[in-house]
Structures are given as C-alpha cells and as structure tokens.
C-alpha cells in the first residue's frame, strides 16, 4: 500500500493509540536531535508546551498552518489534542518524516481467493439477473457491485432482497476463510457492497416514450383524455407513472352504469404494466 493509500485510511478506522504513538516517537527522536539525551525524561505534555509549535513548523513548512492557532497576540501555536495529533500525523507520514507499521498484504484478495468468492456467491443463491462486479483498489480492500438492468429491476420485486446476499457472502467469508475484517493496514479485509442499476435512461428513451405511453394513449379508452404522463424511476423502491387528465370531469357513464373514468384507468394502465411483468411500477391519476 502507498504513502498516499496510507494516509488516506489514515484520515478513518485507525486506532488513535497507533496514531498517538507514531507522533510521539517521531517528536521525540526530534526532540533528542535538538536537544540531546537529557530530554527524554521530560512530560510529554510539558515538551509539546514548551516545543510542540517549532516541532510543526519545522517539520511541516507552509503545511504547518493549518494545524496551528493564532493566538490574541497574533502568534501561532500548536494545540495538544487527539485531532490536531491525527491530522498532523498524516501530514508527517505524506512528506516521509513518519511511517505507519503497515500490515497490509502485498497480494489481492480477489486474485488469492477468486475460486472462493465465486463459489460463496453461488452458494448464497444470488439471481442470474444481477451481475457481479468485483473490484479491488488496493489489497483487500474490496468492493462488490451486484448490477442489474432498469429493466430487469422494474420487473423483479426485490425489496432490497439484496441485502440478504451481503450477509451470506459476508458471513462465508468469515466463516469458511477465517478472514477478519477490518482495516487492510492491519492486515484485515474491507469488504464495501454496493447496488447499481444501470440503463434507465436507456429504458425511459426506448420503451416508456415509444410503446408504453402511446399504448395508454391510443389502446386504452380512457387514454385519449390525458392530458400529460409523468414518469419518475426509482432505483431503491417502486417507480411512479403519474398521469393528469385533460378535465376535472372524473365521474361520467360508461353505458348505463356511472363509473368513475381515473380509477378506470388506473387499473387499466397498472394491468397493462403487470401483463408486460413492469411490478414495480406504480400508477397515479390526477
């Protein structure tokens, strides 16, 4: 892992003792430097006092602002605290003044276990309509995208049944590899799961403005008093096909019967979805 990959896990999920260490060494191999031997027995507190502010701005240059405080006379100075020591850290590890004892693996998790990871996505019964994507941008530091269509997404009804295939993957893992997770500094692995729908643009360009709308439109008896059909797609839940009517004139006769024309044509329109396989697509008149 890079100087750079390093201070960036740095900036999350590092033990702040680890952090504290690595600042404390380093100011105090400085402080040997300057002022010899004899200052090693000093408080850490009262060295950082009397020192801590020429420490940073020695070792940072023009970096070294940030991490100071103007005081009411106009000078600046260091304050001890657990943010400044981490951000200051970082910036000592970015210019090679400090280094984290990184135990990162040197192979990729992806590459090592590939057979695995194939197999427990198997296993957890993941849909042929999700495509896997796996990815690792440094080692063990994982993601994997479970991606799928607009199209296939309107016609499955999930309810985020996605989530159940994080857990099982997750937990074989776990329990078939023996690999803890954590943070890929100390050696452990981070495994991030997302879900991606792509084509939507795709979709509503191709099928909702060239078959559907004009299905509605010309098909549906109803169809022909609409005014507009406004369409919003979701990726995390159900979509919406909201249609707005040319009249208020809601309740009419169909025949010798009154009826009432929205409802009418809201089931209309929502069979029509439903006999496409579009389940996941709700559908408002107004």
């Known amino acids: 892992m890079s100087e750079k990959d390093i201070s ?71 304050s001890l605290n657990r943010y400044n020591i981490r951000t200051v850290t970082i910036d000592l590890i970015k210019k090679g003044i400090a280094k984290f004892p990184n135990l990162s693996k040197s192979h990729k998790f992806t590459e090592k276990f590939k057979k695995h990871l194939d197999f427990f996505i198997k296993k957890a019964g993941v849909p042929d309509i999700y495509e896997i994507k796996l990815s690792e941008e440094s080692p063990y530091k994982v993601r994997i995208t479970f991606e799928i269509s607009f199209e296939k997404y309107l016609k499955n009804n999930f309810n985020n049944r996605y989530a159940i295939f994080y857990n099982k993957i997750s937990s074989f893992i776990n329990d078939y590899l023996g690999i803890r997770y954590g943070n890929p500094l100390y050696g452990d692995l981070h495994v991030a799961f997302s879900h991606e729908v792509y084509g939507t643009d795709e979709w509503i360009k191709n099928v909702l403005d060239k078959k559907i709308k004009k299905y509605i439109k010309n098909e549906i008896p109803e169809g ?61 008149v107004k």
């Open 224 to 284: 022909k008093e609409i005014k507009s059909i406004r369409f919003k797609p979701s990726t995390t839940s159900n979509s919406e096909l909201m249609m707005t009517m040319s009249t208020n004139n809601k309740f009419s006769k169909h025949g010798e019967e009154p009826y009432n024309r929205n409802d009418s044509l809201r089931t209309s329109v929502k069979k029509y979805l439903n006999d496409l396989g579009y389940v996941n697509i709700d559908v408002g």
């Open 8 to 78: 960036s896990e740095l900036r999350n999920n590092v033990n702040e003792f680890d952090i504290e260490e690595i600042f404390i060494a380093v100011f105090r191999k400085w402080i040997t430097t300057k002022f010899g031997e004899k200052f090693n027995n000093y408080p850490f507190s009262v060295l950082i006092r009397d020192y801590g502010t020429k420490f940073v701005l020695e070792s940072l240059g023009p970096e070294a602002s940030q991490h100071l405080l103007k005081k009411s006379d106009g000078s600046m100075e260091f």
